[in-house]
């Protein structure tokens, strides 16, 4: 049972639907002046690009066009062949020394990294280097004839796109279904992932369907009455409802406010792109069961973010997650859904800079606020 996401009034299965902290002792605003501290001019307060940066430099790094950066992690857009499939990638941003570059990995499936790109990238770009990756099927990106889209052939996928940018760590970025690619890629591959984000992810289907259906029937009281009290509720019930209805529950499940979805489907209609229904489809059967099981390979910090009203990836789902994590924390953001970046762009720019540019200084045992 996916989500429904609409773009320019047309109906879209998503995925990413399937989609208590650790104690704190160091508060982020405390720990942003630590890193300032340790870096000695670490600037991670962000603001919209096209602005004025007045503030020092922070890093020795060449310019992003200079001959000392590879090819494929200089400025701009770039196609490259992988697996056979013409990839799409772009990429922005201010490069730190000792900062891997930043992918970014979309949900959907199939939404594309250009709503991230246009909307939250303005906010991160001034302090870390992105990658905006359209996968497989996605964006910009070519749809393959073979109609391939195996969960290990995505994740190889990520790896080529490593080898295209010419670097032996990257950090990733996943959002819902780009989650899941996140997890697995850091699992089979974690001597190249130097930190995880983890945004409001699919990573246990049966359980986080379970908290998802409690939200539903939390804030639906005309919720059908279960006659077997035994039996599994996953609101099933909810895609045999008329489209208008469905709709208005799935969309009510990750923005508290309406404003953001609008502005999020303006964004996308406007870029004129058509959402990846082939791998939607393609990985629809295989994910309802999925269950993410190598938690110990992922040595590497992982940041979990969590809207506190996104009822697609539950909070409570996303704390399990991070108990299972050897090296995780969970930020849980309290006026946001299921796009926490979008709900509160700022924090969501601060608190990632902080966590990654973090890594770099060695700042031992960070606790969140």
Known sequence: MFQLHATGGRPIPLLALLRRSRPRALS?????????????????????????????????????????????????????????????????????????????????????????????????????????????????????????????????????????????????????????????????????????????????????????????????????????????????WVWKLPDARRQAIMQGLMFPDSTVRLRLDSVEKASGLKYGGELDAATFKAFLQYRFAAHQRLTMPVLVIAGRHDGAAASEGLRDLTRLLPNSRLLEYERSGHFAYLDEPERFARDVTVFLTSQRIGIPNVRWA
């Open 28 to 236: 982020v605003r405390a720990l942003t002046f630590a890193v300032a501290a340790a870096a000695g001019s670490l600037a991670v307060a962000c603001q919209p690009a096209g602005q004025p940066d007045a503030r020092p430099t922070t890093s020795a790094a060449p310019p992003a066009g200079s001959s000392s950066v590879p090819q494929g992690l200089r400025d701009g857009p770039h196609d490259v062949v992988i697996n056979g499939v013409r990839l799409w990638y772009r990429v922005a941003g201010k490069q730190v020394t000792g900062v891997a570059p930043v992918v970014f990995l979309h949900g959907g499936p199939g939404q594309g990294s250009y709503h991230f790109a246009a909307l939250a990238g303005p906010y991160v770009e001034p302090t870390l280097r992105l990658v905006y990756f359209d996968q497989r099927g996605s964006g910009r990106s070519e749809r393959p004839w073979t109609g391939e889209y195996g969960k290990s052939t995505l994740i190889e996928d990520i790896e080529g796109l490593r080898r295209e940018l010419g670097v032996q760590q990257i950090a990733l970025i996943g959002h819902s279904f780009g989650g899941t690619l996140a997890l697995e890629y850091a699992a089979r591959y974690p001597e190249h992932v130097s930190a995880v984000v983890f945004v409001a992810g699919l990573w246990n289907a049966p359980l986080q369907l379970g908290y998802r259906c409690q939200r539903i029937r939390a804030a639906y009281r005309d919720a059908p009455v279960l006659r077997d009290s035994a039996v599994a509720d996953n609101c099933d």
